[in-house]
Nanobody, 123 residues
Framework: QVHLVESGGGLVQAGGSLRLSCADS????????MGWFRQAPGKEREFVAV????????YYTDSVKGRFTISRDIAKNTVYLQMNSLKPEDTAVYYC????????????????WGQGTQVTVSS
């Protein structure tokens, strides 16, 4: 079983940085690709980034390329999202998700979700 808990969200000024963490209390963390999604008020949930099971491959949505970095520590059962040069349009609730057999950007292909953590970027 996978149980995901996000942390690290908060309020930051534009241009600042935050690092989100997503910890899995289960024992099958390395079996899943891990993704980050976000949902802004009044908008649909959108893909942000994904990392493969062993961390050898990553993929980002265009709007965060060069600013965000996804990584994972298998020993700690944790995936991270380092967010630099934040913009007000990055404001959203950020969710991590675990997908068995996917590296995609479609949220329907992910099996487990965390509760989300709020990121607010002020201008």
């Amino acid at each position: 079983q996978v149980h995901l808990v996000e942390s690290g969200g908060g309020l930051v000024q534009a241009g600042g940085s935050l690092r989100l963490s997503c910890a899995d209390s289960g024992r099958t963390f390395s079996s899943y690709a891990m993704g980050w999604f976000r949902q802004a008020p009044g908008k649909e949930r959108e893909f942000v980034a994904v990392i493969s099971r062993r961390g050898s491959s990553t993929y980002y949505t265009d709007s965060v390329k060069g600013r965000f970095t996804i990584s994972r520590d298998i020993a700690k059962n944790t995936v991270y999202l380092q967010m630099n040069s934040l913009k007000p349009e990055d404001t959203a609730v950020y969710y991590c998700a675990a997908g068995l057999g996917t590296m995609g950007n479609d949220s329907h292909h992910y099996d487990y979700w965390g509760q989300g953590t709020q990121v607010t970027v002020s201008s």
